[in-house]
C-alpha cells in the first residue's frame, strides 16, 4: 500500500530553514514584536518554528491572543497548555472588553459573528503594548485575498495595508524599517501550502487541538455546511441540532466554522481526506468508497 | 524533498497561463472547480484562454485600479519536490517586477509563440536571467500545433537565438529549448507523438532532474549571523550561540573560522539545528553555531572559514543595479544598503552606464536611473561590507538600496 510520504514525499525542510530565517529577523530588527496566536494550527506551527529558531533560549516575544469569547473551549485549554508547555508569555485580550467599552457593536442576525470585531482588539492591544511587528500564520495559497501578501507587510497606524506601498521583497532580504506609528505584520509561512502544514505537524509529532480530529459533536445544518451547536449560534426555527461524527479543517470561532463529516481519527487520514478532496474532484478518479471525503469536498465548496 | 523556484514572466496572451494551468493540473495541484471557476471568469472578461492570473483576486483589484501589477506566488508540487512559480505578468513595470520575481529562482522559463519566433521580450528575458545568474533557462517553444509541429521551425528559433545566447550566458548555465503545445498538454509533462524528432525531455522531466544544491554547497563559506542566542538559564548558564542560516558553502564541526569584518579567529564547537546536533551544514541551513573560544560577535558579523583566504570587506565598488522606485535614483545621495541582514549608509557617486537590456548596448554619460533602468554605478559605503562579486557567489553578491526617508526598497544592486 502506498504510504502518505510516497504520495505527498517528506515534508520540504527548506521551508522550515526559510521561516526560522524570517523569526530571527523579527526578533533582530523590531523592538516590541509579538506573535498572533489564534490557537489553530498555522499558529501553533508558528509557536513551533519560534521555539526552534532560538532554542535553547526562551521564545524572545509574546504569544498575544484574541479572545473573542466564542472560541472553542477545547482551544483556548490547548492555548494555555502550549504557553505553559513553552514557557512563552501569553497576553489575552478580550473583544468582550472592546464591546463593554463601546467600541465594538455585536453583530445581529443569524449569521452574526465576531470575526470582524477583533479588528478593534487587536489594533487597541497593538497600541496598549507599542507592538511594531505583529507574527501571523496567513499563508498564501490559503486565500487569494493573501496571494500577493508581501513576507514583512507594512501597515499603517490602522493597521491598513496600501498594495501601493508595499516593498519589492528580494532574495530573502527583509526590509522592516518603519516610521513611528506603523507596524508590520510578518507572516513566516507564507509560502506553506495546507499539505505542507499538516506534513510538518506529522513529521514534528506536533500536538493540536482535539477538535481536528474526529469526535461527536451537536451540530446544525446550513448552506449545506454542519455548524457547531453553542449558546453563541443564533440558530432559526428550523435550525435543530442532531449529533454527527465531524472535525474542523480549520479552526476560529464557534459561530464561523464549518465541521465536516469525517471519521479520521489521526493525521495520516486527515492528509488522505485532503488529498482525496483534490483527487475527487478530477472526475475519473472519485473514489466511491470514499464517501465521507466527497462529503468534505462538499463542504468546502459551500465555504469558499 | 527539497523546493525548486522557478520565474516566469510574459504577457496573457504568450501561452504562458495555460501553460502553468496544465503544470497544476497535471499534477493535481488544484482542484477541478478551481480551474472551471477561471474558465467562467476567463469567459466572462471575453478571453478564450486560461487567465491564471485571475486565481489571485488582489491581482484583479490592483489590476482594475490600474496600481502596481507584480508578483503572484503559485504552487504545486510532485512526490519528489515542492515547485514555487514567482510569475510576473509583463506590463508597464516589467524588468522591477521580473527582477524581483526572479531573484530566488533557480530556473527561468521563457516562453515563445512558435509563429512570431523572437521578440524583444524573450531577449530581455534572457538578459536578465543572465544577469540574475539563474542557473537554468527554459526556452519553450510554444504553440507547436499552430506551425504543424515543424521542425525546422523549432530550429529556426533555436538558430535565431543562437548569437544572444552565446553572447550573455555564464559558464555553468543551463539553456535548453523544449518544442510544447500547452493547449493540448504536449510534452508538459507527457512526451506527444506528435514531434518524434524532439528526443528531449518533458518540461517536468527537466525540472524534476534538475540539481543545483551541490553549486551551492561547493561555494565559499559564508554565515552572516542573525541574533545571539544566550539564554542565560540554569541550564544553559554559559550558552553563546550565533544563530543564522548559512549563505553559502559548507561549515563542519573543527572548522577554524574567521569573523568579518573584525579578523578575530576561533574554530566551531557544536552546530545544532534545535535539539540535533550536526556534523555539518550547507547553505540554505537555518542553524546555531558555537565556538571553542569567547569571542565578541554581534548580529551582522559574517563567519568565514579561515582556510578560505578569499574574505570580502568592500568600501568603495561598483555594482549593477536595477531601479524599483518610481522616485529616480540620483546621484550624490545617501540611501541605506543593505547587503543581507547587515544595512549601512552608502553615497552613490556617479552613474558609470546605463544598459539596455533588449539589446545590449550601453550608454555612458548619463546622470539617473529611472524605474526599470538598469545601470552600472559606483558607490561608497559607510562601513565595510562582506559581500562577494556577484558572478562569484550570488548568495553573497546581492544588496538592496533602501530610501533614507520613505523607507521603501529602491533598487537592488549586484556587486562587480
Known sequence: ?304 | MDILRIATAGSVDDGKSTLIGRLLYETNSITKDKIEALESASKRKGLDFLDLSLLTDGLIAEREQGITIDVANIYFSTPTRKYIIADTPGHVEYTRNMVTGASNAKVSLILVDARQGVVEQTARHLSIAAMLRIPKVIICVNKMDLVQYQESTFNAIKDSLAELVSQITFEGQEISFLPISSLYGQNITQKTSEMPWFKGNTLLGELEAFEYASTLAHAPARFPVQFVVRPMTEAYHDFRGYAGKISSGTFKVGNAIRVLPTGQESTIATIEKFETKLDQAIAGDSVTITLTTDVDISRGNTLVLASENNAPALKDFSAQVCWLDHTALSPGKTYLLQHGINTTKAKISQITERLDVATQTSTQGVDTLKLNEIGTIALRTAQPISADQYAANPANGAFILIDEFSNSTVGVGFVK
Open chain 1, 1 to 304: 500500500m502506498q504510504t502518505i510520504q510516497d504520495k505527498i514525499g517528506h515534508f520540504p525542510r527548506q521551508l522550515e530553514d526559510e521561516s526560522i530565517y524570517i523569526l530571527r529577523e523579527v526578533a533582530a530588527q523590531f523592538e516590541r514584536p509579538a506573535l498572533l496566536f489564534s490557537g489553530g494550527k498555522d499558529s501553533i506551527t508558528l509557536v513551533r518554528l519560534a521555539q526552534k529558531a532560538f532554542f535553547p533560549g526562551k521564545i524572545p516575544f509574546p504569544l498575544v491572543h484574541i479572545d473573542t469569547g466564542h472560541n472553542f473551549p477545547e482551544t483556548i485549554e490547548f492555548r494555555d497548555w502550549l504557553a505553559k508547555e513553552t514557557g512563552a508569555e501569553l497576553i489575552v485580550r478580550y473583544v468582550q472588553d472592546s464591546i463593554n467599552q463601546g467600541k465594538a457593536t455585536e453583530e445581529s442576525g443569524k449569521y452574526a459573528s465576531r470575526n470582524v470585531l477583533q479588528t478593534v482588539t487587536l489594533l487597541d492591544t497593538i497600541e496598549e503594548f507599542k507592538f511594531d511587528a505583529c507574527i501571523g500564520g496567513a499563508r498564501r495559497d490559503e486565500e487569494k485575498a493573501r496571494a500577493k501578501e508581501r513576507i514583512f507587510s507594512v501597515r499603517d497606524d490602522f493597521g491598513q495595508w496600501d498594495a501601493k506601498r508595499q516593498r519589492p521583497e528580494l532574495f530573502d532580504m527583509l526590509n522592516g524599517r518603519i516610521a513611528v506609528g506603523e507596524n508590520v505584520r510578518v507572516f513566516p509561512i507564507s509560502n506553506w501550502t495546507e499539505l505542507d502544514v499538516w506534513n510538518y505537524i506529522k513529521e514534528e509529532k506536533m500536538e493540536i487541538p482535539s477538535i481536528y480530529y474526529s469526535h461527536q459533536r451537536q451540530v446544525i445544518e446550513r448552506d449545506g455546511m454542519l455548524w457547531a451547536d453553542s449558546e453563541y449560534l443564533n440558530k432559526e426555527a428550523d435550525e435543530i441540532p442532531f449529533e454527527a461524527t465531524v472535525r474542523f479543517r480549520t479552526v476560529g470561532d464557534m459561530t464561523c466554522t464549518a465541521a465536516v463529516a469525517s471519521d479520521a481519527t489521526d493525521i495520516d487520514v486527515i492528509i488522505e481526506e485532503i488529498l482525496s478532496a483534490e483527487i475527487s474532484e478530477r472526475g475519473a478518479r472519485i473514489d466511491d468508497k470514499r464517501s465521507e471525503a466527497a462529503m468534505e469536498k462538499r463542504k468546502q465548496q459551500g465555504y469558499f
